[in-house]
């Protein structure tokens, strides 16, 4: 079946530890976004990419990473600079010129210890 | 810039009758789409509608339909025949071709009750 699939489901991060969030899809997708879900504020964008080996800051850009090296692949990592990581983060895909039809993944929490 | 509005934090709505959430939306473009996703217990957003500005006939998917309104910049979504499996988040959102991107709205928290 093709989708999008994220791992982990729940993950926990310490005190100045980088953390790495896992999203791949097999839909032949070439735009890959990351969003942050915080209660009462809807999603917010982090990062996209609309090809390999580029990508470009969302509204909320600030202490989170990206590559894109793969087409199916598009990794986030939180980082240490990140100091309110606690939320919810989806990973969606589209066609290019998919002019936001996009389609989601199950999503990980991520909690600070 | 392009902001979108979700002023009903909640709503409720008894099983099989009809619910309308509202959504306004502010842009100066006039290339942009308007959707609405549903996020359910689960947490996987799924799309529910779209509609294309340049279209006047308001968009229509089995229960789901549209009432855009450009002048006013309103689009809010009419579920007919609720049915409890409806229970979920609805986001508002809008995407302007020379930005690339989706914004969303806060979200709309419905509930079907019996």
């Known amino acids: 079946d093709g989708g999008i699939t994220q791992s982990p489901k729940y993950l926990f991060r310490k005190e100045g530890q980088n953390v790495t969030l896992s999203c791949e899809q097999n839909l032949n997708h070439d735009a890959m976004y990351w969003y942050r879900q915080d209660p009462g504020q809807g999603l917010r964008l982090i990062y996209y990419?609309?090809?390999?080996?580029?990508?470009q800051k969302g509204d909320i850009a600030e202490g989170y990473s990206v590559s894109r090296e793969k087409k199916e692949s598009f990794p986030l990592t939180v980082t240490s600079a990140q100091k309110n990581p606690t939320a919810f983060y989806l990973c969606?895909?589209?066609?290019?010129?998919?002019?936001?039809?996009?389609?989601f993944g199950s999503g990980t929490q991520l909690s600070v210890l | 810039a392009q902001t979108v509005t979700q002023s009903q934090p909640e709503m409720s709505v008894q099983e099989a009758e009809t619910v309308t959430l509202s959504c306004t939306y502010d842009t100066s473009e006039s290339d942009y789409y308007l959707f609405w996703y549903k996020q359910p217990p689960s947490r996987q957003m799924i799309l529910v509608i779209r509609?294309?500005?340049?279209?006047?006939q308001n968009a229509t998917e089995n229960r789901f339909s549209v009432n855009f309104q450009k002048a006013a910049k309103s689009f809010s979504l009419k579920i007919s025949d609720s049915q409890l499996g409806d229970a979920a988040m609805y986001f508002c959102?809008?995407?302007?071709?020379?930005?690339?991107?989706?914004?969303f709205g806060t979200g709309t928290r419905l509930q079907v009750t019996l």
């Open positions: 969606a895909s589209s066609i290019m010129g998919g002019l936001g039809k996009l389609f």
């Open positions: 990419s609309q090809i390999v080996n580029d990508f």
């Open positions: 509609q294309e500005a340049y279209k006047q």
């Open positions: 959102a809008g995407y302007i071709g020379t930005a690339s991107k989706l914004t």
